[in-house]
């Protein structure tokens, strides 16, 4: 039973999944949201396509897998691949009826969302651009989870800075993305300058999160300790990369939490050290369960 509950952890890639929630918060409060239920639910929900997305992931994989990733739980024998169909759909199907329930995360953004997942999967490894399209699932969570703040309209109302998160996460992701995609390699050397200098972006991070705030002693600051920090870790992530790509990659995704963080400390700074806290768990999560 462990050993199983062990395969469906590795399918969901569930170590990464406290930057899913930082995502959340990102949009949650930036758009005006509080702590209430409906923010949970949100978690809830979306974590369940999250999890859904990376098992369907394998599913779709299942024949190239087999020829150079054997150590899968589809190729291995853990599973069936018949059963890994049934559990990505149910988990997506219950995603999208809890999002649906409970919380007003705007239907246009939540079908932009599932087709986005869909579609990656689908595509992936046929076309290099579809990195584009993973980083259209992180900027959709951001802005769902905004758009669920402002649902006494029936249009997407989004503060700008959400907006612009969101597309500085697609161009984030997407190198990270576009890294993995070299992760079966021992080392970092076949690497591009184009991915190294998409995951250089979070550092703006602090930066957008400052706009329009008072330029006070204690934005100025926080802005100063936001950009050193993350400057530190995107070195620390480059380094890793250098020696050998999965660990630079699971670093880079721990690090979406580090990024939101920083945004974070301008609207909740009980949100900001929650999201401090998630990356510190996703640290620690990838070491039990791996993040690709």
Same mark, same amino acid.
């Given at each position: ?16 999944l *406290? ?21 949970a ?5 979306? %974590?369940? &396509? ?10 779709? !994989?299942?024949?190239? !897998? ?6 899968? *739980?589809?190729?291995?024998g ?26 007003s995360?705007? *239907?246009?953004?939540?079908i ?9 999967n689908?595509?992936h ?14 900027? &959709? ?13 029936t249009g997407?109302?989004? *503060?700008? &800075? ?6 500085v %996460? ?13 992760e ?16 250089? &972006?979070?550092?703006v991070?602090?930066?957008?999160? %400052? ?19 993350i ?6 992530i ?21 990024? !939101? ?32």
């Amino acid at each position: 039973m462990i050993s199983g509950l062990r395969t469906l952890l590795i399918l969901g890639r569930v170590s990464n999944l *406290p930057t899913i929630w930082t995502n959340i918060g990102v949009g949650w409060f930036l758009s005006g949201g509080s702590w209430q239920s409906e923010f949970a639910w949100l978690v809830f929900g979306v %974590s369940l &396509l999250y999890v859904a997305g990376m098992t369907l992931n394998d599913a779709f !994989d299942a024949n190239w !897998d087999s020829k150079h990733a054997s150590e899968r *739980p589809i190729p291995s024998g853990k599973i069936p691949l018949s059963a890994v169909w049934a559990i990505g759909g149910l988990e997506l199907a219950t995603g999208i009826g809890i999002l649906l329930a409970f919380t007003s995360f705007h *239907p246009v953004l939540l079908i932009g969302l599932v087709l986005a997942i869909l579609i990656y999967n689908w595509i992936h490894k046929y076309w290099a651009g579809s990195v584009l399209v993973m980083g259209v699932c992180r900027a &959709l969570v951001y802005a769902g989870a905004g758009s669920a703040v402002a649902a006494h309209t029936t249009g997407i109302e989004l *503060p700008m &800075l959400v907006w612009l998160v969101a597309a500085v %996460s697609v161009i984030y992701i997407s190198g990270l993305t576009l890294a993995a995609r070299s992760e079966h390699l021992n080392n970092g050397g076949g690497l591009g300058i184009l991915p190294r200098l998409m995951l250089m &972006l979070p550092v703006v991070f602090p930066l957008l999160g %400052s706009h329009n705030l008072p330029q006070d002693l204690i934005t100025i600051s926080l802005v100063i300790v936001g950009i050193v920090g993350i400057w530190a870790w995107v070195t620390i992530i480059r380094s890793s990369i250098k020696q050998r790509i999965p660990v630079g990659i699971a670093y880079a995704i721990a690090g979406i939490a580090f990024y !939101d963080a920083a945004i974070l400390a301008f609207a909740d700074w009980r949100a900001s050290v929650a999201a401090l806290g998630c990356f510190v768990l996703t640290i620690g999560a990838q070491r039990i369960i791996p993040a690709t």
